[in-house]
């Protein structure tokens, strides 16, 4: 038995999140059913985290135990064969024995765009979040730098899964704007259940004056949800980067 | 009642190609719809032209008849409400009584894009071929530079639409490589059917040494679909550029 850590990538759209459930198809489900035909036996996976329905992964990490004989090189290629166009298979390494794709994570950066332009466009639809009202990033950068440290963060998490602590530490927060698109990406050690999307949604906020820059470290203190700003929708947020010691960081780094 | 022209540009993912149909959806008839509700009159459109099911636009034009008196500035708004995120009306201009967005149009781009990678990407894969064989990109634009000029271009045509002559213009026709991503942009005075994916496939088989650059001028002569390469598939392909004279120009080019 031989403990296999792979990089995966897909598009969320489709999929009902990543974790498997009873009625909605998911992408772990369609991964397994690969996993499944391809080392001939049932494969149960561990993911890095949960995806609600509608958010991508650049960087996906999985883990799981198997008595396959397929060389590591082949395995991307054989499983890519057998997934659909939106989940991909990039590399698989074998890992030490006691690798675990969520509790060996070290920190996670997500990403979420917000199509900020007068005019939709088609083509990145499905990727970010319109957002037609002129929405000023130096400001959301300010706020954003506001949420960098070690703090309680149940003022932007939505209650519904249960974790011993709410206090997590965000080790970077930047918004850049490239041309109409504006990019938030957000690092840190865990988030809780929509987190990255609640305090984006704040920082709509503070772009609108609603809420200051300087008021965020007071809103965390009061760790009250019904005082920050609105969580934003899906298909913005994308999960771009996982940290991990060892064979399965270097994987995910390539 | 005026001559209308519109700018749109869609995402073809979903939709049975541009022209209306009696089973499918297409893109004319969401867009009729739309028109029907906001001008408050039945509209049929003129599109430039007919795109395959899953071909994509980022510039596209259609013109109509109309007596509403929606200011032209509120008219893609207005529309926009009434439409899926994958169709949006970018513009809209009062044009000469005697426009047609068919007949009007004096030359066309195209842009096919072949992914070329080892591993696809599920990001780009609705807008992309995937190709993993290793492609001579630079081969591939001396076979391109063949295409140029004033030909019978019956052997890179599928026959199922009818047209006066088979003869046409290419005025430009490159291939770069960005990245994993081959770009070939072709612009001519009109297609045939196929013409542009025909092409595409063509200069496959240049990159695979099946057909050397310089044998395209005498295949085009023998006029023979059978002894040029195969037609790509529809999702790479994207209507990128539209001339016209006057307003409707000034509007496409914007």
């Known amino acids: 038995m031989r403990k296999l850590a792979l990089r995966i990538r897909y598009c969320g759209t489709a999929y009902h999140g990543w974790q498997r459930q009873e009625k909605d198809i998911t992408v772990q489900e369609v991964l397994e059913r690969a996993l499944a035909i391809t080392c001939e036996e049932p494969i149960r996976v561990v993911g890095c985290g949960r995806t609600d329905a509608g958010v991508h992964a650049e960087r996906y990490c999985v883990s799981f135990d198997s008595n396959t004989k397929i060389?590591?090189?082949?395995?991307?290629?054989?499983?890519?064969?057998?997934?659909?166009?939106?989940?991909?298979?990039?590399?698989?390494?074998?890992?030490?024995?006691?690798?675990?794709?969520?509790?060996?994570?070290?920190?996670?950066?997500?990403?979420y765009q917000i199509r900020n332009s007068r005019i939709r466009d088609p083509f990145t639809a499905p990727f970010s979040y319109f957002y037609p009202k002129p929405l000023d990033h130096e400001r959301m950068a300010r706020g954003a730098a506001a949420f960098v440290g070690t703090h309680d963060f149940s003022a932007v998490r939505s209650v519904g899964t249960q974790t011993k602590t709410t206090v997590r530490t965000v080790h970077h927060f930047e918004v850049e704007r490239v041309g109409e698109m504006i990019r938030l990406r957000v690092c840190a050690n865990g988030f809780l259940y929509n987190m990255a999307r609640a305090m984006v949604g704040t920082l709509l906020?503070?772009?609108?004056?609603?809420?200051?820059?300087?008021?965020?470290?007071?809103?965390?203190?009061?760790?009250?949800?019904?005082?920050?700003g609105p969580t934003v929708p899906p298909q913005g947020l994308a999960l771009t980067r996982l940290w991990y010691d060892g064979v399965v960081g270097q994987m995910m780094d390539n």
Chains 1, 2 share one sequence.
């Open 71 to 111: 060389p590591l090189d082949r395995l991307p290629i054989a499983l890519n064969t057998r997934l659909p166009d939106d989940i991909v298979v990039e590399a698989a390494v074998e890992a030490p024995d006691d690798f675990n794709a969520i509790l060996s994570c070290i920190k996670k950066e997500y990403t």
């Open 205 to 228: 906020y503070v772009s609108e004056g609603k809420i200051a820059p300087e008021e965020i470290p007071a809103l965390l203190e009061k760790g009250n949800r019904r005082l920050t």
